[in-house]
């Protein structure tokens, strides 16, 4: 059978009994939308983070974008961030109005480099959006240091770190407001589509309420505008339910499959060789990816097909370098760090109930192919 880096259907083989009864409980409820199911949910997932208030949303982008208006970002306010992301986070930047403003990343960990923030702030800066990329956690107190100073709100893209710390504290609870996705290969996983938005901000909280559906607070009265049609489905909301109650088991198994590469794979490191993924000091890496440097990436990945293996890069192509983002202006060699990463990075399959046959298979075969380049 085809190695992919993603998989959920064992996962569903164990859950099944409480995927079905989740989705037979919401069609017995009476109520398919904003109901019990994404009530209990939006408590149960603040509830874990600490946080006061949880409102769920359609999607990651969506929580990214309703995030932005309802912390006041809207059109020309300059958002800084990085271009090694997930493309949506960049796109929801734009679609409020407000221009990305990209800053490069370190060399260890692939995060947001604090030390280029500064320089990148102008009168027009309003936010700071740190993405928490693959699992672990981006050097917070320096970036809140700087939005305090500033007058700057910080919005921390989550939709890779669910349950991720950071010198012990939970992802999503540094900023002003933190967005998630349980698109279904994030670290807590929807079976379709989903977003959330936490926050300790009663205003914001209300904001978010409004933004997402349609301007109202009561029907059909429109307080303010924007708003947009972006709730979270009464049956994702409640499978989430059942999978947030097995996070840590998800997290800890993603860790065990991460240990056991790291052992597999640490001969293969060294100069020119393989860099597996570092964790930095203070953080608790969750492992939404598992991703490794290679100067020969391309090489591998096509060796790698000839045992049936299907690697991906996250991602290939830096936001700044996309032909839908040509308008802000960046060129090839602004950001040389995202730019030399995207080059070399590949990511391995990673998901909790990844098979240990499959784990070793994948093991032997980079030792192979990496072996005879
Ligand atoms: C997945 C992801 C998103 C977008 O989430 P969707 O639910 O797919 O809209 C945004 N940012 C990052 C970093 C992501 O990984």
Same mark, same amino acid.
């Given at each position: ?39 209990? =949910? ?19 982008? &969506? ?13 020309? /306010? +300059?958002?800084?961030? @990085? ?20 800053? /490069? ?10 030390? !280029? ?13 740190? @993405? ?6 981006? /050097?917070?107190?320096? !970036?809140? +240091? ?6 700057? @709100?910080? !919005? ?17 609870? =540094? ?5 998630? #996705?349980?698109?279904?290969?994030? %670290? ?8 959330? %938005?936490?926050?300790?901000?009663? &205003? ?54 991460? $240990? ?17 993924? #570092? ?19 391309? +090489?591998?990945?096509?060796?790698? $097909? #000839?045992?049936?293996?299907? *690697? ?12 839908? =983002?040509?308008? !802000? ?13 995207? /080059? ?9 109930? *990844? ?6 298979? %994948? ?11």
């Amino acid at each position: 059978m085809a190695t992919r880096v993603w998989d959920y259907l064992a996962e569903y083989e164990n859950e099944r009994a409480d995927i079905l009864d989740a989705v037979e409980t919401v069609f017995q409820s009476g109520q398919l939308i904003l109901g019990d199911s994404v009530r209990g =949910f939006e408590a149960e997932f603040a509830g874990c983070h600490g946080a006061a208030h949880c409102v769920t949303v359609d999607n990651g982008t &969506n929580a990214l974008k309703l995030g932005l208006q309802a912390l006041g970002v809207g059109p020309g /306010d +300059e958002v800084i961030t @990085v271009a090694n992301t997930a493309a949506p986070t960049v796109v929801a930047i734009d679609s409020v109005g407000a221009i990305p403003k990209f800053v /490069d990343v370190r060399e260890d960990d692939y995060l947001l480099d604090t030390r !280029l923030v500064a320089e990148a702030i102008t009168p027009r800066t309003k936010a700071l959006l740190p @993405v928490h990329l693959y699992g672990q956690c981006v /050097d917070m107190a320096p !970036l809140m +240091e700087l939005a305090k100073e500033h007058g700057l @709100v910080v !919005l921390e893209d989550c939709a890779q770190s669910h349950g991720a710390r950071h010198h012990g504290r939970i992802a999503g609870t =540094f900023g002003d407001a933190a967005a998630f #996705s349980f698109y279904p290969t994030k %670290v807590l996983g929807a079976y379709g589509d989903g977003g959330a %938005v936490i926050t300790d901000d009663e &205003n914001v909280t209300a904001r978010l309420r409004r933004l997402r559906y349609y301007g109202m607070e009561e029907r059909y009265y429109v307080v303010a505008v924007p708003g947009h049609n972006a709730r979270l489905d009464e049956v994702q909301a409640e499978i989430l339910r059942r999978k947030l109650g097995r996070l840590d088991s998800y997290i800890a198994g993603r860790r065990a499959v991460a $240990q056991r590469y790291a052992e597999g794979l640490a001969d293969l490191t060294g100069p020119g060789g393989l860099v597996l993924p #570092s964790v930095t000091e203070g953080n608790e890496h969750v492992y939404y990816l598992y991703v490794v440097r290679h100067p020969r990436r391309d +090489e591998i990945i096509e060796r790698l $097909q #000839s045992y049936d293996i299907w *690697l991906n890069v996250s991602y290939r192509w830096p936001v700044h370098t996309m032909s839908g =983002f040509a308008h !802000l202006g960046y060129q090839r060699g602004s950001l040389p760090v995202t730019e030399r990463l995207a /080059d070399e990075i590949f990511s391995l399959p990673m998901y909790p109930s *990844l098979p240990r046959n499959v784990q070793d298979k %994948v093991i032997a075969a980079l030792r192979e192919v990496v072996a005879q380049l």
